[in-house]
């Protein structure tokens, strides 16, 4: 980035759509990562503030070394609720942070995001809309990233009931700028199944999410990016459990990988609080499922994310940013705090891919 400003052959050369994917597709390492950490402060008068943290890692040590300052990003999300904030991502450098309301794309690199036009398909009277699941990537044969939003609509009855009327799903096409309905036919196993919140990954052209037909059957919902088209996969039935889990799905040794803590509330005693990290060899086989490690005496809220390749990285249920060492079983506390639940962790590489805006009408990219 620091060559943007020799001279204008240079910024040309930088910018172009050769250039970006020639970087884009350089071989990295894990000591390539970065990390992006999202939390939320408490305020007075029940608001939260937002503080995105831009980290790299020690080469030989596992400390995490700010690479700037700390961001208030309170202005991204909402200041009165945390619950439904998701970071999604990365997505060719790009990664999203959206709540029920809100979708920003951002690239951490560059320090530019975009804030997207919001759902035009509104409720209206008694009725109102209930975002289940979000999801972020990139269509291959259309070259074009899209924004999945998954809801149910519901309806007040006169005793202040919710009563569930429908559910839909919204893409967002960023190469025509413009919010779409998917056709219920094509949405029907997306709208049957209701998603684990926060477990959501991008892989092989797909969005996954943890999700449940019923109390104690889970499953890997998935929705092909390109072709439009929803399937599930076979979890191991270990993780078939009547209390709903706290999963996340991340990438390890190039694999889809299930981060699976059953137990979410602190009444379980520290023998049987255990996490289970479950490892897809072969993708869309269910034989080739292998629980890599079992972890207990954690006592964790929510898994977050595995850095280096060894390094599971966890809330703990005193608010603390901490990591479990899967090699030598050691665990170290960051000086990272915030309000129970409200960590969300993503790795990325750096990346100098723009962000899309095809249309001089909508809302335009900016420097954070």
């Given at each position: 980035m620091r060559f943007n400003c020799i001279s204008k052959t240079f910024y040309a050369l930088i910018q172009s759509s050769t250039f970006v994917n020639l970087y884009l597709y350089l071989t990295t390492t894990s000591k390539d990562e970065f990390i992006l950490i999202k939390r939320c402060l408490g305020q007075e008068n029940n608001r939260y503030k937002t503080i995105l943290?831009?980290?790299?890692?020690?080469?030989?040590?596992?400390?995490?070394?700010?690479?700037?300052?700390?961001?208030?990003?309170?202005?991204?999300?909402?200041?009165?609720?945390?619950?439904?904030?998701?970071?999604?991502?990365?997505c060719h450098g790009l990664i999203a942070l959206m709540d029920s309301v809100t979708t920003f794309l951002m690239n951490p690199s560059t320090r530019n995001y975009r804030n997207l036009p919001p759902n035009p398909f509104c409720c209206q009277g008694d009725f109102y809309r209930s975002i289940q699941a979000v999801g972020f990537g990139f269509d291959s044969i259309a070259n074009n990233y899209k924004v999945v939003k998954i809801s149910i609509i519901y309806m007040v009855d006169n005793d202040d009931y919710p009563q569930e009327m429908e559910r839909k799903v919204d893409i967002y096409d960023l190469s025509v700028d413009c919010w779409r309905e998917l056709d219920h036919t094509v949405a029907q196993l997306l709208t049957t199944f209701c998603c684990v919140s926060c477990s959501q990954m991008f892989y092989r052209g797909v969005c996954h999410w943890v999700a449940s037909l019923d109390i104690d059957a889970y499953v890997i919902l998935c929705f092909e990016m390109s072709t439009e088209i929803s399937y599930s996969l076979e979890i191991p039935e270990t993780c078939h459990l009547i209390n709903e889990p706290s999963c996340r799905l991340v990438i390890l040794h190039d694999s889809l990988t299930l981060i699976y803590h059953p137990y979410r509330e602190p009444v379980i005693s520290v023998e049987k609080d255990l996490i289970n990290i479950w490892i897809m060899k072969d993708y869309n086989k269910y034989e080739s499922w292998?629980?890599?490690?079992?972890?207990?005496?954690?006592?964790?809220?929510?898994?977050?994310?595995?850095?280096?390749?060894?390094?599971?990285?966890?809330?703990?249920?005193?608010?603390?940013?901490?990591?479990?060492?899967?090699?030598?079983?050691?665990?170290?506390?960051?000086?990272?705090?915030?309000?129970?639940?409200?960590?969300?962790?993503?790795?990325?590489?750096?990346?100098?891919?723009?962000?899309?805006?095809?249309?001089?009408?909508?809302?335009?990219?900016?420097?954070?």
């Open positions: 943290s831009f980290l790299s890692g020690d080469e030989d040590n596992d400390y995490l070394n700010p690479i700037s300052h700390d961001l208030d990003a309170t202005y991204l999300s909402s200041p009165y609720n945390f619950d439904n904030d998701q970071l999604i991502g990365p292998i629980k890599k490690y079992t972890i207990s005496g954690l006592l964790i809220v929510f898994p977050l994310a595995v850095w280096k390749g060894y390094l599971l990285l966890f809330q703990s249920r005193s608010g603390c940013l901490m990591s479990y060492n899967l090699i030598s079983n050691v665990v170290k506390q960051f000086s990272f705090h915030c309000c129970p639940k409200s960590f969300r962790v993503l790795l990325y590489k750096d990346s100098l891919t723009s962000i899309p805006t095809e249309s001089e009408n909508t809302t335009q990219v900016d420097k954070f």
